[in-house]
């Protein structure tokens, strides 16, 4: 059986940093990732990130994905792609396809950073040719270069509801408006104020109703809600549209941690139920770490930053880095982590997921 | 639609070259990207239709995971347009319903 | 009409943020006009500013502070804002017309000399503007800087110009 030190699932920007990471200390790092081409969501992100230059502000996503992919290759890290972990076992095994062959890698280490999937909304119509979430439509039209419709509505005012709906922008579709079941704005007012320069509606207390068309979406039909979150009869609106996104959130993609029997909490301000773990990313199974999305929604940003800890807590536990050396390291992450996870939006998860490491320190 | 450019990612510089059959029609793809979005691009709206209600289905996710996607791809069923890149002679076929599996002999 | 209820921000909450110019400063020359309004972890723009004119400090949450004398109105802080909401007035242009630098991440790009039509906050078409200079260098990464003369009594009322369907 091919064995390895480290195996890394999933080579998003926190697969990727947790590579870097161990594999600089001198860890055996295999990367395996089910697509054809490594960074997750990284190289859809066509905007320019937050934060500090610590955090690559100013950066487009694309290029940070670059950078990381360059990091790995000159480290030599094995990145195997086009293979689909299928199943964890024992301590630790991966079952992986590839080709259409199957063949299995033990770990010593693992971390799962398997990202995360859209949230559906289920409406009459939503299964209708033309109603897709809002980072599919990113990735066909960032990534594939192709617009599907010229007529969008945005379900969803968060962050990716107001992103992709200046991309739709950009790749020269309109969006007739965005909408906001909430009595306010889900996303940063920036995003906001540049669609509404742009003439594009954001409709709170909103939501839709129905989705109607013969072979595919042609009309959305919107309503609105009272304070009580109920439909107002009678205050329903036609859009004739020909793209619905769906941007109502996302929930991390956790079938190995669960099949691995980690321990979970439901956290709803986290996405959902996440695998609890402590302030190295380690799961309530030793050996067994997370890090990004799967370990609570939040951003790139912070999923580089939880790789690199993860990267940097597993050297430190194959004797690749001293207790010293790796608390200096893990220091500086957590310092970057806290500074990121500040203000009005970064509170609540900074709270959720200080709430989600005291119970995963205590185990 | 093609984006063939675009603010931030520049000018489209690959061309459709791949030639692939679609329910018997020829459309031209770029060599290696998904079918899904060479048929988007030709204007094809309906992948499949449902068992039971013969509802019309397309990409959902474009990530691999939801299955809403899967047609027919060179008599093979159930086959995820949105992840599965293009190559020249396919052929792709709507699919409806669940699919037939064709015996394998051995 | 409110951030959180429009995603506009409304005079009153424009006048109450550190990073708006005074009028007295605005009538002097170009200068910056900072519209960053919630706490983001955020500060490109303190680490763009050649004159040392925005300060974020700590933590980086922090709104950025626009010192108006030390300002210029180079105008290099306007492509770095991910939020895309800085943009620098000059009000002495001419007698009669204002100039506002935006960011525009947008095709078509318009012409210098090209006549467009201008928007406010809420995307409303309120006038003509001119285009006065398209600046789109490698290094402001594909935030291309437009600068349009405008009537000055809408130099700080006019925010984008009209996509090109629109136009």
Request: glycine fraction near 10%.
């Amino acid at each position: 059986m091919k064995e390895t030190e480290l195996a890394i699932v999933g080579a998003g920007p926190a697969g990727l940093s947790a590579a870097i990471e161990a594999a600089s200390a001198g860890v055996q790092v295999t990367l395996v990732d089910e697509n054809r081409r490594p960074g997750g969501q990284l190289f859809k992100q066509i905007h320019k990130f937050f934060g500090s230059k610590e955090h690559y502000a100013s950066v487009r996503g694309f290029d940070i994905g670059t950078k990381l992919l360059g990091e790995v290759e000159k480290r030599g890290v094995e990145v195997m792609l086009d293979s689909v972990v299928w199943g964890i076992f024992g301590t630790h095994v991966l079952g992986i396809i590839h080709d259409q062959k199957n063949t299995y890698l033990r770990a010593q280490k693992v971390l799962l950073a398997t990202g995360a999937i859209e949230n559906a909304l289920a409406f009459p119509g939503w299964t209708l040719p033309g109603v897709m979430g809002a980072g599919a439509i990113q990735t066909l039209m960032n990534i594939n270069r192709v617009l599907p419709g010229r007529k969008a509505i945005m379900i969803g005012s968060g962050n990716v509801g107001l992103i992709v709906s200046y991309q739709l922008l950009q790749a020269g579709a309109q969006v007739v408006a965005v909408v906001e079941a909430a009595p306010k704005i889900g996303g940063y007012g920036v995003h906001a104020s540049k669609l509404r320069r742009n003439g594009v509606p954001i409709l709170t207390s909103t939501t839709i109703k129905e989705a109607k068309g013969e072979e595919r979406v042609e009309r959305a039909i919107l309503i609105e809600l009272d304070q009580d979150w109920n439909e107002i009869p009678g205050t329903e609106k036609e859009y004739e549209v020909d793209v619905i996104c769906l941007a109502v959130g996302l929930s991390p993609l956790s079938e190995l941690a669960w099949m691995a029997g980690c321990q979970f909490e439901y956290i709803p301000e986290l996405g959902g139920h996440v695998p609890i773990h402590d302030l190295n990313m380690q799961t309530t199974v030793p050996g067994i770490y997370v890090a990004g999305d799967l370990s609570g929604i939040e951003e790139a940003s912070t999923a580089m930053e939880e790789g690199k800890l993860a990267g940097i807590a597993i050297a430190e536990a194959l004797g690749y880095l001293s207790p010293g050396e790796a608390k200096i390291k893990k220091e500086a992450v957590s310092k970057r982590l806290d500074s990121f996870r500040t203000g009005p939006f970064g509170e609540a998860v900074r709270k959720a997921k200080a709430r989600l490491q005291r119970r995963g320190e205590a185990k | 639609m093609r984006i063939k450019e675009h603010p931030i990612l520049g000018k489209l510089e690959k061309e459709p070259t791949v030639e692939i059959e679609v329910d018997g029609e020829v459309i031209r793809a770029i060599p290696g990207e998904p079918i899904a979005a060479a048929l988007l691009a030709a204007g094809k709206n309906v992948f499949r239709y449902t068992r039971k209600l013969h509802e019309p289905r397309s990409v959902f996710c474009a990530i691999g995971r939801c299955t809403d996607c899967m047609m027919i791809v060179d008599g093979v069923p159930n086959v995820r347009t949105c992840v599965t890149p293009v190559r020249a002679g396919m052929k792709i076929q709507t699919q409806h319903g669940l699919g037939e599996f064709k015996e394998r002999t051995q | 009409m409110t951030l959180e209820k429009d995603g506009v921000l409304s005079p009153e909450e424009l006048a109450k943020l550190p990073g708006i110019p005074s009028a007295e400063r605005l009538e002097r020359g170009a200068v910056a006009v900072i519209e960053c309004a919630q706490k983001i972890p955020c500060n490109p723009c303190e680490e763009a500013c050649p004159a040392g004119a925005i300060q974020v400090g700590e933590p980086i949450t922090n709104l950025p502070v626009l010192d108006s004398d030390k300002c210029t109105g180079c105008g290099l802080c306007i492509p770095v804002c991910p939020g895309m909401a800085i943009f620098v007035v000059d009000m002495t242009y001419s007698d009669r017309e204002a100039t506002v630098q935006l960011p525009y991440e947008f095709l078509p790009l318009p012409r210098k000399g090209e006549l467009v039509t201008a928007l406010d906050r809420e995307g409303k078409a309120v006038c003509s503007a001119r285009v006065v200079n398209v600046r789109n260098p490698k290094k402001f990464d594909h935030t291309v800087v437009i600068t349009i003369a405008v009537p000055k009594d809408q130099a700080m009322n006019v925010r984008n110009i009209a996509l090109a369907w629109r136009r």
